[in-house]
């Protein structure tokens, strides 16, 4: 019997409709003794997603993790899986399974047998067994290295042995903690997009637990982004870099410049500049500190103003050239440090010839700029997040 394949719209499927729930957490919370590890959560993983935890060490991504496997019991709260309530319920007894950074190979067993090993304790017939392994070895390309020991493999064929391992069985949900963590940068990038389309071919829920924002960025369907036990931010990876909620997901999500001024009714002025372009709701009231989030990438720097936009006086400290593109770092009037980031065929020719310490402009669209909430306050409602097309 062959390993159900499913087409691709699972996770992508419409905003507007909201899919088979195949995790669900509510109010799950684990403390260890007066230290808050996972504050109350409350989340919905869909059927067929790519989902992502994403944060720094410490943030609580594993522990949440470890109570979804059951390796760790919350304090409080419940979780379900694919609708049945697993509180009390061994790991052995979940419908999941895991691979981990250490792949956990046997290395005694070919990549066939390894691949089987699942299925011949649970005693399959021998038949299936045989049919399914060879379309899982298939399905992770490594039909010519099947009678291969774990010692004749390189990093990246092991990890698609674990797993090929790994979903043999049809679990509902299969977790990921730092799989990738182990590889080079070169093969991390080629199993970014291995992992994703092996998810999608497989048709199972992913959960994907990592500190590495490109590796969230690509490969997932929504991202929840955590920090000191709290999920700041769940949406979709172009949202979570477009529309940062809080200063803490703007900067550890890539690149970002923080201008900080005072909140207006109808915008952001910084001191000694004046207003800034923004199109996002003020978090805060008037009069109070603000701050704004725009990528180096969406501001634009000249020569001379624009005439068609407001744009604010700078001083280049420094510019760099990198291949694909350049880099300026300027400073405002009011002593605020800007990165701008140009692609290298859109610089003009002036532009390019500014010195250190020559006067410029730089503007940007007030739809990319985004007014942060104090982190402190920033609160996610996970349950109306809704799976990106």
Known sequence: MALTIQS???????????????????????????????????????????????????????????????????????????????????????????????????????????????????????????GRVRDAIELVRLGD???????????????????????????????????????DQKLRKEMQFELKRMQREVGITFIYVTHDQEEALTMSDRIAVMSEGRILQLASPTEIYDKPNSRFVATFIGE????????????????????????????????????????PERVQISVLPPDDRLALRATVKERVFLGDEWMYRVTLDGGQLLSVRVASNEVMADVIALPNGASAWITWSAADA??????????????????AA
């Open 370 to 387: 985004q007014v942060l909430a104090d982190d402190s306050t920033t609160a996610v409602s996970p349950l109306s997040e809704e799976v």
């Open 8 to 130: 691709d719209q699972g996770a992508s499927a419409s905003a507007h409709t909201t899919p088979k729930v195949a995790v669900r957490l509510r109010g799950l919370t684990k403390t260890f003794g007066d230290h808050q590890a996972v504050a109350p959560t409350d989340v919905d993983i869909y059927e067929n997603e790519f989902f992502s935890i994403l944060g720094p060490s410490g943030c609580g991504k594993t522990t949440l993790m470890r109570m979804i496997t059951g390796f760790e019991a919350p304090t409080a709260g419940s979780i379900e899986l694919d609708g049945r309530n697993v509180d009390g319920v061994s790991t052995r007894d979940r419908d999941l399974n895991m691979l981990f950074q250490s792949y956990a190979l046997f290395p005694h067993l070919t990549v066939y047998e390894n691949v089987a090993f699942e299925l011949r304790v649970r005693k399959t017939a021998k038949d299936e067994i045989d």
């Open 145 to 183: 290295f099947a009678q291969r020991k774990p010692s004749q493999l390189s990093g990246g064929q092991r990890q698609r042995v674990a797993l090929a391992r790994a979903v043999i069985g049809r679990p509902a949900v299969v977790l990921l903690d730092e799989p990738l963590g182990a590889l």
């Open 256 to 295: 970002c410049n923080i201008v900080e001024g005072v909140a207006l009714e109808s915008g952001v002025e910084i001191p000694e500049v004046g207003p800034v372009p923004t199109t996002t709701s003020i978090p805060t009231s008037a009069g109070s500190a603000a701050a704004v989030a725009i990528r």
